[in-house]
């Protein structure tokens, strides 16, 4: 399967406790995005990056959350000192972008993270 | 902030009619693309529209844009209960000379499909 994957796809945690979420974008794809999405809503974006420069960041993006896009393959989320108000899914995409007319962009399934 | 908006918020049909959703957003987009979402899975890229374009087929799929009045519509002709899902809009914004590509999503439309 040459899709987007994500892992782990279910990860409950303390409050308190820091969590890692993996990315692996499709290979060829130039740009990778990360998104959180809550219950009843649209996903949020939160950052991105292109290649490996982390281009923009969402004001959704506290001190507590990083990412990392290393040589510009995949892509980790780390979220410190986890709150339960960070409890959502949080979604990875990729697409390959260049020149004016922006490319379709391809979902992971999606970390679904519970913090209790 | 969510730019799209979709109506219906939730939209329930039998086998074989058709489902028409609607989008509206607000700014100037570079495109606009419309995601599938089964229940607590990840999204599934359905059709990208252009800003220059106006309208787009794929397979049973249909959709509209229209971008005086800055909307889309995704219409899904002989619905099939395999059909039911939650279905997002999202759009593309122009960012001028600055390639941003990241997305705005709407809230989204529930469709449920009765067999």
């Known amino acids: 399967d040459t899709g987007v994957s994500q892992d782990p796809r279910h990860k409950i945690t303390k409050r308190g406790q820091n969590v890692t979420f993996r990315c692996d974008p499709i290979?060829?794809?130039?740009?990778l995005y990360w998104y959180r999405q809550t219950l009843g809503q649209g996903p949020e974006f939160l950052t991105y990056?292109?290649?490996?420069?982390?281009?923009?960041k969402s004001r959704l993006l506290s001190d507590r959350f990083s990412a990392e896009r290393p040589k510009g393959s995949f892509s980790t989320l780390e979220i410190q000192r986890t709150e339960q108000g960070d409890s959502a899914m949080y979604l990875c995409?990729?697409?390959?972008?260049?020149?004016?007319?922006?490319?379709?962009?391809?979902f992971g399934q999606g970390t679904r993270l519970t913090v209790v | 902030s969510q730019q799209g908006e979709e109506d219906p918020q939730a939209l329930s049909i039998q086998e074989g009619e058709n489902a028409t959703m609607n989008c509206s957003y607000k700014?100037?987009?570079?495109?606009l693309q419309w995601y599938r979402q089964n229940s607590g899975r990840g999204l599934v890229h359905l059709i990208l529209?252009?800003?220059?374009?106006r309208e787009k087929h794929s397979g049973r799929l249909r959709v509209t844009l229209d971008t005086s009045k800055k909307s889309s519509s995704l219409l899904i002709t002989a619905s099939r209960a395999a059909d039911t899902a939650s279905y997002f809009c999202?759009?593309?914004?122009?960012?001028?000379?600055?390639?941003?590509?990241?997305?705005?999503f709407g809230q989204g439309t529930i469709l449920t499909v009765h067999p």
């Open positions: 999202a759009t593309d914004q122009d960012a001028g000379g600055t390639s941003y590509g990241k997305l705005t």
């Open positions: 529209i252009r800003s220059n374009e």
């Open positions: 290979s060829e794809h130039n740009r």
């Open positions: 700014t100037s987009i570079n495109n």
């Open positions: 995409a990729s697409s390959l972008t260049s020149g004016f007319w922006r490319a379709e962009a391809f």
């Open positions: 990056f292109q290649n490996e420069a982390q281009l923009e």
